[in-house]
């Protein structure tokens, strides 16, 4: 039963959780000195705030499994889930889905103020989208996006550092990539039973959301290249640019999965299996700790 619960808990997509490390990874330039009491601080901050988000996306994981149980059951992979299948009591997932965010909440107000106002802003949106956004077109995936957003705005809140507008417009058009590319991998994995297990898929359709997905990525990467040259507090030599062949890669490679490995439906799943993505993610988090330690703003 516990095993049950854990798996619906989500943890392989904690990793989207991940994005509040963003504020302090990028303000490393600023604060680091060899056995600096601040860094130490802020990366505890950052981890606890980590736990914290987590907590609160395993309720709205819960929550959601909840409302959509009977939707599940008429799924070829979500009717082996552990409530649609029955393995797992309601009752004890609706507790668990009380005692996270009560528990969360409170703490993430103690870490402080603006950090525990977004956390909280995160959990209502979420509360919303499981129950009445998620049922409208377009609305579904740009909720989804803003809670992305909300995630990195987060972490910057928590050790208190100002939120780059670069960082919300990124995280914003990569979410909005990613969740377009899900809605896709929907649609078409289960193609005349798609509005049996989510009704909002009857709005979509694969050459509408091919084209969303061409434009999404496409402003994802524009952005993101500018952000590299004009953001103020990187290395004034720009090397910060050298970065964005693993942004272009890792973008290529998601459209690849996508549409010739028919993958996109768990973007978790992808991130944890896909070896070259996996390498791609590494050499830009090594290369973009090298040039903010290297090349002092």
């Not at 579904?140 to 939120?163: K, N, P, Q, Y």
């Not at 459209?255 to 070259?276: A, C, F, M, Q, T």
């Given at each position: ?17 991940g994005l509040?490390?963003l504020?302090?990874?990028?303000t490393?330039n ?7 009491a ?7 901050t950052?981890l ?8 609160l996306?395993?309720?709205v994981?819960?929550?959601?499994d ?10 070829p ?11 797992l009591?309601p ?7 009380i005692v ?5 909440l ?5 870490i ?15 509360l919303?989208y499981?129950f ?17 957003v ?5 972490g ?31 649609l ?5 039973q798609?509005?049996n ?7 979509y359709?694969?050459?509408?959301l ?7 990525v496409a ?6 290249s ?10 004034k ?7 964005i ?9 998601y ?12 973007p ?12 791609d993610?590494?050499i830009w ?13």
């Amino acid at each position: 039963m516990l095993k049950d619960l854990l798996f619906t808990m989500r943890p392989k997509q904690w990793t989207k959780n991940g994005l509040v490390f963003l504020g302090f990874i990028f303000t490393l330039n600023e604060y680091w000195t060899p056995f600096s009491a601040t860094m130490y601080r802020m990366l505890a901050t950052t981890l606890a705030a980590f736990v914290l988000f987590c907590m609160l996306s395993s309720a709205v994981y819960l929550i959601n499994d909840l409302v959509d149980i009977e939707q599940d059951r008429n799924h070829p992979t979500k009717r082996y889930r552990p409530l649609a299948s029955g393995r797992l009591s309601p009752r004890l997932a609706a507790g668990t889905a009380i005692v996270l965010p009560a528990v969360a909440l409170p703490a993430a107000f103690y870490i402080n103020l603006p950090f525990g106002l977004v956390a909280l802003g995160y959990f209502l949106l979420m509360l919303a989208y499981s129950f009445v956004l998620k049922h409208l077109v377009l609305v579904d995936v740009l909720t989804i996006a803003v809670g992305f957003v909300l995630r990195a705005a987060a972490g910057a809140e928590a050790i208190s550092v100002a939120i780059s507008p670069w960082l919300v417009v990124c995280t914003l058009l990569g979410a909005l990539f990613l969740g377009f590319a899900k809605r896709r991998h929907e649609l078409v994995l289960l193609n005349d039973q798609a509005t049996n297990h989510r009704q909002i898929l009857s709005e979509y359709s694969p050459a509408l959301l091919d084209q969303i997905i061409i434009i999404t990525v496409a402003t994802t990467i524009m952005a993101y290249s500018l952000y590299t040259f004009t953001a103020e507090k990187l290395p004034k030599n720009h090397a910060m640019m050298l970065t964005i062949p693993c942004v272009l890669y890792g973008a290529f490679r998601y459209l690849y999965l996508v549409h010739l490995r028919n993958e996109g439906g768990s973007p978790e799943e992808i991130l944890l299996k896909d070896v070259p993505l996996l390498v791609d993610i590494a050499i830009w988090i090594a290369s973009v700790l090298v040039i903010l330690f290297v090349f002092r703003a």
